[in-house]
């Protein structure tokens, strides 16, 4: 699903957060962090949330309410700049605390007082107030900074990616740090207001709504405003800039949808518009599946030839590399990208050691889309992925439900991953599985879940123990054995119709 860099960053962070967080977790922190420590002084507030993963993502001693990030580009030199504001509220008396963040900071003032700022670890900003924070006090933090985003190396790595015409940000776990300074972690969601300046002809394509249609402002430039009122984790906010074909409707339901296409895709154009226009469609089919679609808004956007390989699920409008498209239109991976929405943004993952809870039922979702299209059924799907990996395959190594920092975009959480709640199907029976789904997806709603809440739902729902098959699936190493499930994989299944399109989108998603 993106480029890695993070199995070095990952190893370098313990060091860092597990110094500098001892005694001062700072909000609802994840289990394996102390207790707050009661004391009289204010305290820094921690470097990260403490994921298993990624330490030092995201920051303690304060939760966002909302991100003002107003900003100019220049494609021509990847000039950035701008002004970000963040609504927050302390969730302790604070010293100073911490933003994630890469580029230089000009200034930050803290509800109008300018504060000090320094730089610690691999991205984060040190912000020390003038005046001490207090618990529950509301914080208007202005950030002015400015950089080259796709000259900001960590590890030789930028989540910035710079095309002919512009650019994009769409990556996972890590996006935020080139562009706005956040509290990046999936735990602290927040609003979202992002306008853009850039010169005139170039289109701007984010998150949301548009408030009001792009405004021309001297020096022919123009300014393009996107609001998202759903709460949403730092790293699903996006923006693609450079040459697009904008195609905007309403659903049946009321739903604006924005779709965008990159002018540079040519030949595969067409193929990109017979997939994500059928975006609604889709929406409408997995609602009937997940529950109430989420979000506000919907769409697509259709990156250039020279942007991202893989796709992400941006906040209500997915973003697709032109890989999709080589061998004509892919429903598959909108499926799967439409599927996030409910899965991985609205109800989002506690500790990134979860991923599955995105990964598994995403791909999921296609093989759900397989039996719908008419081709071929989840059990027709299961047992040609089954077969397709044999026993010895370093493929049954990768434990989907803790593949590891460095492996959690592996092949085996999105296909053993889809197989695993495949087996839960079978062992609790259709009527129970699709009230699972829903209830799921309405527990969690714009929060965040963890692999132990899953099991325990579908636990109370099937009235079955279900530990055996979350162990043997997801926790432990092998090929399970699944001669001794409901239904038996044959000893050489055919391909069904939609492997192609599944085995060729998780080539590009997964790595
Ligand atoms: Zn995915």
Redesign the pocket.
């Known amino acids: 699903?993106r480029r890695m860099f993070t199995a070095a960053t990952a190893a370098l962070t313990l060091t860092t957060a597990g110094t500098m967080l001892a005694g001062t977790p700072g909000q609802a922190a994840p289990s394996g962090w102390g207790r707050p420590v009661v004391t009289a002084a204010p305290q820094p507030g921690a470097p990260g949330l403490g994921d298993s993963y990624f330490p030092d993502y995201g920051n303690g001693g304060y939760d966002v309410g909302h991100y003002d990030v107003r900003l100019r580009y220049d494609p021509a030199s990847d000039q950035l700049s701008g002004t970000t504001t963040i609504l927050a509220t302390a969730t302790q008396d604070l010293s100073a605390f911490n933003l994630d963040f890469l580029l230089d900071v000009e200034s930050v003032r803290v509800n109008g007082w300018a504060a000090s700022t320094s730089t610690a670890g691999t991205h984060e900003l040190v912000v020390t107030p003038a005046r001490t924070v207090t618990r529950g006090q509301q914080l208007t933090i202005v950030v002015r900074y400015a950089g080259i985003p796709s000259e900001t190396l960590v590890g030789g790595y930028t989540g910035w990616t710079r095309t002919d015409d512009g650019a994009m940000v769409v990556n996972e776990p890590e996006a935020a740090w080139w562009w706005f300074p956040s509290n990046d972690h999936p735990l602290d969601k927040a609003t979202f207001d992002i306008s853009v300046s850039v010169p005139t002809g170039v289109e701007v394509i984010s998150n949301g709504v548009q408030p009001r249609p792009p405004a021309a402002e001297a020096g022919n430039r123009t300014r393009w405003i996107w609001r998202t009122t759903s709460p949403t984790a730092p790293y699903l906010a996006f923006l693609a800039i450079g040459q697009y074909d904008i195609v905007t409707d309403t659903t049946p339901g009321g739903q604006p949808v924005v779709n965008a296409y990159s002018t540079s895709l040519g030949a595969l154009g067409p193929a990109a518009r017979a997939s994500i226009e059928r975006t609604a469609e889709i929406i409408d089919w997995e609602s009937g599946i997940f529950g109430p679609y989420p979000f506000e808004a919907q769409g697509g956007v259709a990156g250039p030839v020279d942007g991202i390989g893989f796709a992400l699920?941006t906040q209500t409008r997915p973003v697709y590399g032109p890989g999709f498209w080589r061998r004509g239109a892919n429903t598959y991976v909108v499926a799967?990208?439409l599927a996030?929405q409910w899965f991985g943004d609205s109800v989002s993952v506690a500790d990134w050691r979860n991923i599955w809870l995105?990964?598994g039922f995403?791909s999921y979702a296609e093989w759900l889309w397989s039996e719908e299209q008419g081709e071929g059924t989840a059990q027709e799907v299961f047992d040609f992925a089954y077969a397709s990996y044999p026993a010895d395959d370093e493929f049954w190594q990768v434990l989907p439900g803790d593949p590891g920092a460095a492996r959690i975009f592996d092949g085996a959480v999105y296909d053993r991953g889809a197989m695993t709640l495949h087996q839960l199907r079978l062992a609790v029976g259709d009527d129970a599985f699709f009230e699972i789904l829903p209830a799921w997806t309405a527990e969690h709603r714009y929060g965040n879940g963890t692999i132990e809440q899953f099991q325990a739902l579908a636990e109370q729902i099937s009235g079955l123990d279900l530990d055996d098959l979350f162990t043997t699936w997801l926790f432990t190493a092998g090929r399970p054995d699944v001669a001794t499930t409901a239904r038996k994989a044959t000893a050489a299944p055919t391909a069904p119709k939609s492997w192609a399109k599944i085995s060729e989108s998780h080539d590009l998603?997964s790595h």
């Open positions: 699903m699920e799967h990208e996030h995105n990964e995403a998603l």
